[in-house]
């Protein structure tokens, strides 16, 4: 009996913990909505943010401090400006200064650093004088500074530049590539593009394997496959720098589902790992698809195609917002991300359920994509404390205009 009760306590905790909700705006207050489409708190700021680790920012009466998925006050209203948790750490700004502070609202001391960064991946950059380094959670050095640059840590690792040459590190401070390039990648599976003087190719293992006659290479993303280009047409390679699918087209991106989007004129298709067209070229966009065998396609407007082409949510909605706070697009936020698709209709925000219809049958003025409340979802964000605006990446200079994912 003690056995079964504390199996269906555990099972309980795991599914509040799982839970997600999504930041909306309606008659221009703020709340938060479940993935049933119902009000699990009722909109009532005027400024707030999305939840991460169970707490979300938000404002009252020009202050900002915490609260639960309750809508309950855990950490009062008394900071400046506040970020979010990563890591159980999030920079607030108290009076003038940024520092660190815990879920209980308490002040942390970090070790020396010129600026305060945001916690990400597990791990935040410091800055002493012209060098940059890394502490964990528990607020140690993992990376006495010796970087010029550091960008933000996806997946666990990051590209680093010393010396005006690129490589990449993990979050512990171990160098993975030595920076020698005059560009790097991603790190996917142990290897990253690169760029060594003109010629690009592939590092793995700490060699550099030229692609012949590349001329440029994007990301890897979810598959060995990545596009690069070749005399201006793009093409695939795999992650030994061979060419897969010959550089044929204007432009490309990446397989997923194990089809691609390509461009040929005017016109948007998709590909298979054969290169042979699966969906002709009729939209005049695409983006890849998502786990659930959905993509975005474009005729005048948006809409969703299945695997075989066929085109079942009609081509009526806009897929892009500016977001509350940062814009925080990367390449899903643009088609379904677990089970639902953020959309643009007459001027108002909602999600897309995949049989079409509309979570909650409800629309909005904006909407965040729903996050995590007990585990954070990813982004590739860093905060500088001095400044409101997030700064993505730590670097030995001043501030420079925010990073973001190359357009593809």
Known sequence: ??????????????????????????????????????????????????????????????KWGFIDTKGSWVIPASFNNAKDFNSGIAVVQKDKDWVYINTKGEILKAPATEK???????????????????????LAVVLEPKYDQIKPFENGFARVELNKNWGIINTEGKE??????????????????????????????????????????????TQDLTYAKKNGKIGFIDLKGNWIILPIYDKGKAFSKNLAPVLVGKKWGYINLKGTFVIEPTYSDAEVFSSNGLAPV???????????????????????????????FVQQDKGFIDG????????????????????GNQWFENAELFSQTAEREKKEINIAAESPKAETKATAKPASKPVTKKKK
């Open 176 to 221: 993975l590539v030595e920076p020698a390039y005059a560009e790097i990648g991603n790190y996917f599976k142990g290897t990253t593009w690169a760029r060594k003087d003109k010629t690009f190719g592939l590092v793995n293992g700490g060699k550099f394997i030229p692609v012949d006659g590349a001329e440029k290479i994007w990301d890897f993303e």
């Open 340 to 359: 639902l698709a953020r959309v643009k209709n007459e001027g108002k925000w909602g999600f897309l359920r995949p049989d079409g219809t509309v979570l």
């Open 1 to 62: 009996m003690k056995k079964t009760l504390i199996f269906l306590l555990l099972g309980f905790i795991q599914f509040v913990n799982s839970q997600e909700l999504a930041l909306v705006k309606k008659n221009s207050k703020i709340g938060y909505i479940s993935k049933d489409g119902s009000f699990k708190i009722e909109p009532q700021y005027k400024s707030a943010k999305s939840f991460s680790e169970g707490l979300a920012a938000v404002e009252d009466n020009g």
């Open 298 to 328: 474009k005729e005048s407007n948006w809409g969703f195609i299945n695997e075989t082409g066929k085109l079942v949510i009609p081509t009526q909605y806009g897929i892009t917002s500016n977001g509350f706070v940062i814009a925080l």
């Open 116 to 138: 305060i960064f945001d916690f990400n991946n597990g791990v935040a950059f410091i800055r002493q004088g012209n060098k940059v380094g890394l502490i964990n959670s528990k």
